[in-house]
């Protein structure tokens, strides 16, 4: 009798041809829930500036290339203005997960499979040819922020009961759909030139409890990584990507400018992610709004 193989997580939930996972649980009453969270309608940025040097990033990805190709110096040096007008534009080289993006669920595997058992495979040097960006779809919903600043030095661990006990402290229960956000101070912190882009606090693996105790559908937070790090587990450098994203099919909202939202008060809100539609990439810069 052959062994019995363990299926991660939520893999099969949503049928083996799926390619959404948990974003299929931001439905019509997760919108909802999000819209009357509005109290004051007022918009909050949560996305960092892009150019060159201005966010952080992986050492493994080059920093972005903002490159003008009609500028007023042509005009200036004979360029005519036919017909009738001048004018600018310019061209951007980014990473696509070089500043506040979003994972695509094909960004990240074990054992050759990525989420819901798609093979490694899949994903080629032309891009992803399933769980690509490009299927996952504006995002809409309630937004949670948790924030433990003042907690947290650089490298230490966010573990469920800690989240769960603010969770508690702040009066809200997390529903199926929503997006829990955790401020940890490590960008402000960067920006003063007090941390170092190897080292941040961030989730540790324990959050997938509270992945499947609530049905979140997007995780967050205000580092490269989202988790701890370095890893604490010598056998898996992401191993919240691997518990969340692959196992659980939870996209990671990384690098994510909580600063301003912080300083509103606020802790429930409507969020708003919309990822560029690349066609099988495997994650997307964002510029997402809160609307508290």
């Known amino acids: 009798m052959d062994e019995e193989v363990r299926v991660p997580g939520n893999w099969g939930r949503w049928g083996e041809q799926d390619e959404r996972g948990a974003l299929n649980l931001v439905d019509e009453a997760a919108v909802r829930r999000g819209l009357t969270a509005v109290c004051r309608g007022r918009p909050v940025s949560l996305g960092l500036p892009v150019g060159p040097g201005a966010a952080p990033h992986a050492s493994i990805r080059p920093d972005v290339q903002h490159l003008m190709f009609r500028d007023g110096g042509d005009y200036a040096a004979g360029l005519p203005e036919r017909p009738g007008y001048g004018f600018a534009d310019d061209l951007l ?21 990525m989420w819901n058992g798609i093979p490694a495979t899949e994903v080629t040097s032309r891009g992803a040819r399933r769980a690509g960006v490009e299927t996952m779809g504006p995002v809409v919903t309630r937004g949670i922020l948790v924030d433990l600043a003042d907690a947290l030095n650089d490298g230490d661990a966010v573990t469920a009961d800690q989240l769960q006990t603010r969770l508690d402290e702040l009066g809200v229960e997390p529903m199926p759909g929503d997006a829990l956000l955790l401020r940890t101070g490590w960008l402000a912190r960067w920006r003063a ?100």
């Open 193 to 292: 030139d007090r941390a170092a882009i190897d080292t941040w606090p961030g989730y540790d693996a324990s959050v997938a409890k509270l992945v499947d105790r609530y049905g979140l559908a997007v995780l967050g937070a205000d580092t490269i990584s989202t988790e701890q790090n370095p890893s604490a587990n010598p056998a898996c450098a992401l191993p919240v990507h691997v518990a969340v994203l692959r196992d659980r099919g939870v996209p990671l909202a990384e690098l994510l400018d909580l600063e301003e939202l912080a300083q509103t008060g606020a802790v429930t809100f409507l969020l708003v992610i919309s990822p560029l539609r690349i066609l099988g990439g495997s994650g997307s810069p964002v510029a997402p709004t809160a609307i508290i």
């Open 93 to 113: 080289l980014l990473p696509c997960h070089g500043t506040t993006h979003i994972d695509a669920l094909s960004h990240v595997w074990q054992d050759g499979k």
